[in-house]
């Protein structure tokens, strides 16, 4: 992608891209299996990690947890949240629901509450509440899960504004609690190996650390690192 | 380059930290020899709080021959067992405990700005350490805005450089602000730096390399960086600076003790309310209490005035040390936005450590910018889920974010701190809510004034120039905040201050503030070096009293230990009441 004329910020809005034209993953795993870097598998690095952070990580691509905070409907509802969030429509994909459940289950706050809003899994709960509201009053669609991507784009395109309002939206802070759940969802995103794949990123670095960081004769990329395919 | 020469082979004097860890693991190697103090009978000095500013205090009393406790919330981290390369498995290390946060332009908490643990914030901060200008300590007077120090730079410089050696800093001869140079030569700077180096230069900036607390050749036993960029996730290798691996060694190996898992939750009185005999805390679940000669809170900008405000008592209704309610007042934070920039090579922005070059052009007042003060300039690089807060900041979501996510690779980052202002109404107050502990947590309300808002408007403006001038493909704007200073700011009189220019709060003879809640303003610059100097002053302050005290006094001893005996009773007292 070397013609940056396609970013988001630079094309004609709403002419979405088309992750179509990316190559196919072919080593491991990406979400949706296309990427950046196609024969780039990270998790060929665990060798190079040190133990206490391949647990943690490995734990992450190998154990899901199971949803105990939301009740089955609200998990229905948030799932597609999650998924129109992510672009994520079709297998394998990173079970970002899971990880956010977790997390809510457990209590793990981020170290802040506004003044304005309910804690935070009140506040998700009020979205999954929210959401349905909005999808069967304003969209007459029967669920938010159940209706088509492009409606559930054009509700969540509301949300982004901070413009979604009624029922539940009333006891929230609409604008914030949009960034609120998809701070959590990146976080549970972008934390798998799978995204990792797909972005190039290097993963865990100690204890081998890097030397090719910008240098002139090492470049920018140490050899295992994988090399960008140009669609 | 020219440094080089003064030898990346100086070691501080007095401070054998770096000799006392180990080579090849990370965690103290000294914990067996640790003091313990009994419970029943008073320390000489009792810290909250151990951070930037708590343990470089321990560490020089403790040298003095001061018998030093300190109490710690969070853990005794070894970084081999407990920290890990990855960002999420790096939580722990944030003061995650929920704050509630208002005003109309609301600050958030926890991974931006507070740490929790042996070492304080800096286990996890990026390792900038520049100094501040000697402009900073006169705000009110240069600019009419702000307040003025009650010390001036030249008060606070030999510390820096005490303290520059100790870390220690790398970088180049700095040639803002009173001219310096550092201990340690610059690191090499990574891709994605050199882009926005090359971008500022064009654009007419001067940006330079560091400083950072980050070891750039042999330091006693810890390792030179190995530039694998989780500096902000705790430095597994030892080779960047927190006060747990430059300090604490020493300080143990000195009499210092550090209780971790021990929350603090009130300052007690004596009977006659003008002095402190001691904190109560809860470790395990259980409430104790620890004697004290004399307590110095070192909880930063907001547990310090948390605890001051849960202290109350007869003498001290609204909180200790707080008659004229200016505890919590004057919390500051730094405008930081930042602005990424793409372009088409590969750049891989992981890699080294996130802080690599700074510009302090703009750090003075320039009066045709049309407000007072100024900002700095500095590159920072986000790991993935930093990269994309910034993406979902800047309006993507969806397939758009999916694909910003994708470019991660191509893109450089600049950041700014932007000097805000202090305000009465920028506080921390005590909301209903309780905590685990059972104290009441924090509320923190936070507006900008307008030459706040027109610095940021003003410098984020810079930055996109700077790209633009660059030849940045596309451009994704974040609008955030960094750093936390001030709560409990020093000043001239007790109308105007929480502490005098010693860290001595008016009107309580033994409780000290020792952190960055004492600092009046904030500079552009990051405030841990600051901080730690200050604690270095404060620590020979405190020597030299207690040297001219130490032939009156064995009075002064008996009454001390009265009130010891006196409020450990009550105490007794006062749980055994609450357990029923
Ligand atoms: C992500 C991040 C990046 C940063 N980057 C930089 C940077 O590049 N350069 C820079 O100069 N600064 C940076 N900072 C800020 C810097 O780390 C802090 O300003 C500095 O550490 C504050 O020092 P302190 O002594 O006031 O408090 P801290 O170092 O935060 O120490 C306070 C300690 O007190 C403990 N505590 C608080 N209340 C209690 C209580 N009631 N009982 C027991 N213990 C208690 C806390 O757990 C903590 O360990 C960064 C901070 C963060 C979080
Ligand atoms: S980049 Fe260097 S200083 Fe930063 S965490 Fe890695 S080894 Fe430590």
New interface residues.
């Given amino acids: 992608m070397q013609d940056p004329s396609r970013l988001p910020n630079l094309r004609p809005k709403g002419d979405n891209a088309d992750p179509e034209d990316l190559p196919r993953h072919r080593n491991g795993i990406t979400p949706q299996m296309h990427g950046r870097f196609p024969d780039y598998n990270v998790l060929d690095e665990t060798d190079h990690w040190d133990e206490v952070t391949r647990e943690v990580v490995l734990d992450r691509v190998e154990n899901t947890p199971g949803i105990r905070f939301f009740t089955a409907e609200e998990a229905a509802t948030l799932k597609a949240y999650c998924d129109t969030i992510t672009h994520q429509h079709r297998e394998p994909r990173i079970p970002v629901l899971s990880f956010v459940d977790e997390k809510l289950l457990k209590g793990q706050g981020d170290g802040y509450q506004y003044a304005d809003m309910p804690d935070d899994g009140t506040a998700w709960r009020l979205v999954a509440q929210g959401l349905e509201y909005s999808a069967q009053r304003e969209w007459r669609a029967s669920s938010f899960a159940g209706a088509p991507i492009s409606t559930r784009e054009d509700i969540v395109a509301v949300f982004a504004d901070g413009k979604l309002q009624g029922g539940p939206w009333e006891q929230l802070n609409v604008s914030r609690v949009f960034k609120l759940t998809t701070k959590h969802i990146c976080q549970a995103f972008y934390s798998h190996p799978w995204a990792w794949n797909e972005i190039g990123f290097g993963g865990p670095a100690y204890p081998r650390g890097y030397a090719a960081f910008g240098s002139d004769h090492l470049g920018d990329r140490e050899q295992w690192e994988p090399i960008q395919a140009t669609p | 380059m020219s440094f080089m020469h003064k030898g990346s082979f100086a070691m501080p004097k007095d401070n054998d930290s770096p000799f006392l860890l180990d080579r090849h693991k990370r965690g103290l190697q000294n914990l067996d020899r640790m003091a313990r103090y009994p419970k029943n009978a008073p320390v000489d000095l009792l810290i909250v709080g151990a951070g930037a500013g708590g343990l470089v205090l321990a560490q020089r009393l403790a040298r003095a021959g001061w018998k030093v406790c300190v109490l710690e919330k969070g853990p005794f981290w070894d970084p081999?067992?407990?920290?890990?390369?990855?960002?999420?498995?790096s939580?722990h290390l944030?003061?995650?405990?929920?704050?509630?946060?208002?005003g109309d332009d609301?600050v958030?908490?926890?991974?931006n700005n507070?740490g929790q643990g042996v070492g304080g914030s800096m286990t996890h901060f990026a390792g900038y350490v520049p100094r501040f200008h000697p402009s900073d300590f006169e705000v009110r007077t240069r600019d009419g805005v702000g307040a003025d120090w009650p010390i001036s730079y030249w008060d606070l410089k030999p510390y820096f450089e005490r303290v520059e050696l100790e870390l220690p800093v790398a970088g180049q001869d700095w040639p803002w602000g009173d001219p310096h140079s550092y201990p340690h030569a610059p690191h090499?700077?990574?891709?994605?730096?050199?882009r926005a180096w090359k971008g500022a230069r064009e654009y007419g900036i001067e940006m330079r390399v560091g400083p950072v607390a980050i070891t750039n050749g042999v330091f006693g036993n810890r390792p030179h960086c190995?530039?694998?960029?989780?500096c902000l996730e705790g430095c597994?290798?030892n080779a960047k600076a927190s006060p747990l691996i430059t300090h604490l060694p020493d300080g143990i190996e000195h009499g210092v003790e550090v209780r971790a898992d021990s929350m603090a939750v009130r300052i007690e009185v004596d009977a006659a309310g003008d002095r402190v005999a001691g904190v109560t805390y809860m470790h395990d679940g259980r409430e104790e209490f620890q004697p004290a000669d004399a307590v110095a809170v070192c909880g930063y900008a907001i547990e310090s005035p948390r605890l001051l405000l849960n202290s109350t008592s007869a003498r001290w209704p609204n909180g200790l040390a707080n008659d004229n309610d200016l505890v919590g007042r004057y919390v500051m934070v730094q405008g930081a936005t930042q602005v990424a920039a793409?372009f088409?090579?590969?750049?891989?922005m992981?890699?080294?450590p996130p802080p690599e070059i700074s510009s302090e052009d703009f750090y003075e007042t320039d009066e045709s910018r049309g407000f007072a003060r100024g900002f700095s300039i500095q590159t920072i690089s986000p790991?993935?889920?930093e990269?994309?807060?910034h993406v979902?900041a800047?309006?993507?979501?969806?397939?758009?974010?999916?694909?910003?996510?994708?470019?991660?690779?191509h893109w450089s980052v600049l950041g700014v701190l932007c000097e805000l202002l202090p305000a009465p109404d920028n506080r921390v107050t005590l909301a209903d809510e309780r905590d685990q502990y059972g104290m009441p947590i924090a509320?923190f309300?936070y507006t900008q004034g307008a030459n706040d808002k027109a610095n940021i408007a003003y410098a984020k403006k810079i930055l996109q120039e700077i790209w633009e001038g660059a030849g940045a493909?596309?451009?994704?704007t974040i609008d955030r905040y960094a750093h936390l200073v001030g709560g409990c700011r020093m000043g001239f009189t007790a109308e105007d201050s929480v502490v005098d220019a010693s860290h001595r709060t008016w009107g309580v003879e033994n409780l000290y503030v020792v952190d960055g809640s004492v600092l009046p303003t904030q500079g552009a610059a990051n405030p841990a070096l600051v901080i730690m100097a200050l604690a270095d002053r404060c620590a020979e302050l405190l020597k030299a009293k207690r040297s001219a005290r130490a032939s009156r006094s064995a009075r002064g001893a008996r009454r001390r230990a009265g009130a010891a005996r006196w409020i450990a009773r009550t105490h007794a007292g006062l749980s055994r009441g609450r357990g029923r």
């Fill in positions: 081999d067992r407990d920290w890990v390369s990855d960002e999420k498995g939580s944030y003061w995650t405990d929920k704050r509630i946060i208002g609301p958030e908490m926890g991974k507070s090499p700077v990574a891709g994605a730096a050199n190995i530039y694998r960029g989780f597994k290798v793409r088409p090579l590969e750049l891989r992981y890699k080294a790991m993935p889920i990269w994309a807060a979902l800047d309006g993507h979501w969806g397939a758009a974010l999916r694909e910003y996510m994708r470019d991660y690779n509320r309300d493909q596309d451009q994704l």
